[in-house]
């Protein structure tokens, strides 16, 4: 659930999902992901399980697991790949940037991380790898984003 609601702060996606029939890489026929997009994904992709598809006005997205882990590609409406996003351990992220959560966010807790790998060929402009770490408190809980330099950014307030 919480990796659901990071992964649309990150792509800020809001759509339905349609679950794959048989829980494999194909879709059903009424899903309106395009065969380009299917064709790449399986490409990029070759060893996902239980891929769950959602697409809106700017994305196609595939939720799927991948050695054991569960991963989310973005790809964009022509298909163009366009990020990966997974659940990391809170050791994935960078000391330097781990010890300036802890002085900057005293009294809150690491309650999940998550990488995004972006298509910097497709955009130059965004970060190669970032993440996201989702804090509480007891009474708070942001996401801060980490840059590829281990600085810390305010990203948004949660509650």
Do not use: C, R
């Amino acid at each position: 659930m919480k990796k659901l609601f990071i992964t649309a702060a990150i792509a800020t996606l809001f759509s339905a999902s349609v679950f794959a029939a048989d829980g494999t890489k194909k879709a059903k026929t009424d899903v309106n992901v395009s065969y380009t997009v299917l064709n790449q994904f399986n490409v990029d992709f070759a060893d996902a399980t239980n891929v769950v598809w959602t697409v809106n006005g700017s994305f196609q997205k595939a939720d799927f697991v991948a050695d054991n882990v569960k991963k989310t590609a973005f790809y964009n409406l022509t298909g163009e790949f366009v990020a990966l996003t997974q659940d990391v351990d809170v050791k994935a992220i960078p000391a330097k940037a781990l010890k300036e959560i802890n002085e900057d966010y005293k009294g809150y807790n690491v309650n999940e991380v998550i990488v995004i790998q972006n298509n910097t060929e497709l955009n130059p402009d965004a970060d190669e790898t970032a993440y996201f770490v989702d804090l509480k408190s007891d009474t708070k809980e942001v996401l801060v984003k980490i840059t590829p330099e281990a600085h810390i950014a305010f990203y948004k307030q949660v509650k």
